[in-house]
């Protein structure tokens, strides 16, 4: 498989990672298209505006297949989804949008030849490892084949489109890679979050990039799998050039768990005087392990770029430039 037949059609283009990912393939020469729900091009897309870009909806078939029509993608890079606890106590939307939307994604693309969806998924749909070897304080690294235990809506959603994915292959021969992030952190994320919580990891650069104190009483302990944004969306090009995605799910993070004091620790070599207190123990959130990313090493060739450090340290620079380019 190779991108040589047509540009790749990114939804969501204008979020977090798509915009990411539409960056590394300018960089790499791939012909790309940009989607997304939003009427123009977000500052996250500044640097690239050379890309051509389509306002979409997916929940909107017809408008989903002008587009299509439009770009005549050969991989579609799917990334558009609503995200945040708000759609998890609000079920409705996050089902329209993350399920019947990538339907819709998968239909149009089966029907105009497109080969391959590469699209999110999660980490979080993956079952409480306490008191497991995946757990405190051995963190082996989980595999994709790990007996799934989707809980709220968004885990829910995502668990369920891999599922939509596995049928549209069985029937249609559409391929498919569907990437299992782990924690994500990036500066883009303080577009975001005004004021809600964006992950500890976030929350804590987020606080450090404002000069604010950053003080949690408990959860210093918990460990997590802490992928930086740019290896995420590596890993979305890397999946969509790739020869092939036989196994479809894909673990993406840095196959080892972090914990909060980790993050602290790199965080005071790298901002001296920066202020974080942080207490001891485990978070209840199920979620916490690290991930075992033999498979998206092997067939996709996915590799993560940046570790802990180097993760932080471009997350602080990121930061710095996004201030910039807001203050205009
Ligand atoms: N650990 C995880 O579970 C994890 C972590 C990071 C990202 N993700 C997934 O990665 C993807 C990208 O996440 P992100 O952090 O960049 O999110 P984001 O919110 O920054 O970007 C999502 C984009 O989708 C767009 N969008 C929303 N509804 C749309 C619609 N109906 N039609 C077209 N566009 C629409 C939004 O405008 C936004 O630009 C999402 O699918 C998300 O679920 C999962």
Known sequence: MSADNGPILITGAAGVVGSNA????????????????????SVLLRGVESVPYHRLDIRD??????????????????????????????????????????????????????????????????????????????????????????????????????RYAYWYRQLHGLEFAALRFGAYYAAERRVQAGGRSVGAINDLLLAVGQGQPYRVKEGGDQGFDAVYVKDCAGAAVAAALAKATPSGSYNIG????????????????????????IGPGLLPAKHNCAL??????????????????????????EYRRLDEVLRG
Do not use: C
Request: glycine share 6%; charged share 20%.
């Open 292 to 317: 075992d990313i033999t498979r998206a090493r092997t067939e996709l060739g996915y590799e993560p770029k940046y570790l802990l450090r180097e993760g932080i340290a471009d997350w602080l620079k």
């Open 254 to 277: 840095n196959g080892r768990a972090v914990n909060l004091h980790d993050v602290a620790a790199v965080v005071r070599e790298l901002v001296p005087g920066a202020v974080m207190e």
């Open 61 to 162: 078939f017809a408008l989903l297949m002008e587009v299509i029509q439009k770009t005549k993608p050969s991989v579609i890079i799917h990334l558009a989804a609503l995200v945040g606890e708000w759609y998890n106590e609000h079920p409705h939307g996050n089902h329209e949008v993350n399920v019947g939307g990538t339907i819709n994604v998968f239909e149009a693309a089966r029907l105009s030849g497109v080969s391959r969806v590469v699209f999110a998924s999660t980490w979080s749909f993956y079952p409480q490892f306490r008191g497991t070897k995946h757990g405190y304080p051995t963190y082996e690294p989980v595999p994709e084949d790990t007996p799934p235990h989707p809980v709220r809506p968004y885990e829910i959603s995502k668990y369920t489109i891999e």
């Open 22 to 41: 539409v960056k590394q393939l300018v960089a790499q020469g791939v012909p790309v298209a940009a989607a997304d729900a939003v009427a123009s091009p």
